[in-house]
């Protein structure tokens, strides 16, 4: 199994163009998740899909769009990129979702990141 | 909305100290995980952590979670420079798509 698998691993754009990250995974997970990283930020979420048909606005959704093409597939938009967009993308999966406080939640399968620079 | 602050942002040891990184929130977290990305690479998880007051441990890395479960750490005793990374504590938060990470610990190690 390959896990989650992400491109490209790097892309350089001009301010204004527009690109897809790829994202997917094959251990059959229900939801799937966008992230970025930027240095003393940490990890914030830009959208998210529960389940395979459902996605949600995270923490950092503006710019961005998202679409959950079947189960396995997860793409990320930016229709018109800026430089406050350059950043390392990580797209993630985990078997399920379950925000019931104290129930446990899954753990989260992270790909290797896209490193995108905006010029 | 619910914030968790993660401390130190870095910590420098010589190889064979001791580390520790700490979670703090001010509301109840309903559970924590901890993940380690080594340098250029990606989140990895470590493990979870779900009942007041529970302790757990992997070989030289110990978790705790709070009794009152607001906060939780990472201990690792003896690092050596296989420890080198960030690492991050996550929260699911009470609402749908409420997932907060800390915003990491960068632990470096001078053999």
């Known amino acids: 199994n390959a896990g989650v698998t992400q491109t490209p691993k790097f892309q350089v754009l001009k301010t204004g163009q527009s690109m897809t990250l790829q994202c997917a995974q094959d251990?059959?997970?229900?939801?799937m998740y966008w992230y970025r990283q930027d240095p003393g930020m940490g990890l914030r979420l830009i959208y998210y899909s529960a389940s395979e048909g459902t996605t949600d606005k995270g923490e950092v959704p503006n710019g961005y769009n998202v679409s959950r093409l079947n189960k396995r597939e997860f793409s990320l938009r930016l229709e018109s990129a800026a430089p406050s967009q350059t950043s390392v993308y990580f797209c993630?999966?985990?078997?399920?979702?379950?925000?019931?406080?104290?129930?446990?939640?899954?753990?989260?399968?992270f790909g290797p990141g896209t490193r995108l620079l905006v010029l | 909305g619910q914030q968790v602050m993660q401390i130190p942002q870095y910590q420098h040891v010589q190889e064979g100290e001791d580390f520790t990184t700490y979670c703090n929130s001010s509301?109840?977290?309903?559970?924590i995980q901890w993940y380690k990305q080594r340098p250029g690479g990606h989140p990895v998880f470590l493990i979870q952590l779900v009942k007041s007051g529970e302790v757990k441990k992997q070989k030289r890395l110990t978790f705790q979670f709070g009794e009152a479960k607001k906060n939780s750490s990472l201990h690792i005793t003896a690092t050596q420079t296989t420890d080198v990374g960030t690492y991050f504590c996550?929260?699911?938060?009470?609402?749908?798509?409420?997932?907060?990470f800390g915003k990491g610990t960068k632990l470096s190690v001078k053999p």
């Open positions: 996550l929260n699911y938060g009470g609402s749908q798509g409420n997932l907060i």
């Open positions: 993630a999966s985990s078997e399920a979702q379950r925000f019931v406080l104290g129930r446990s939640q899954e753990t989260q399968y």
């Open positions: 251990m059959n997970h229900n939801s």
């Open positions: 509301t109840t977290l309903s559970n």
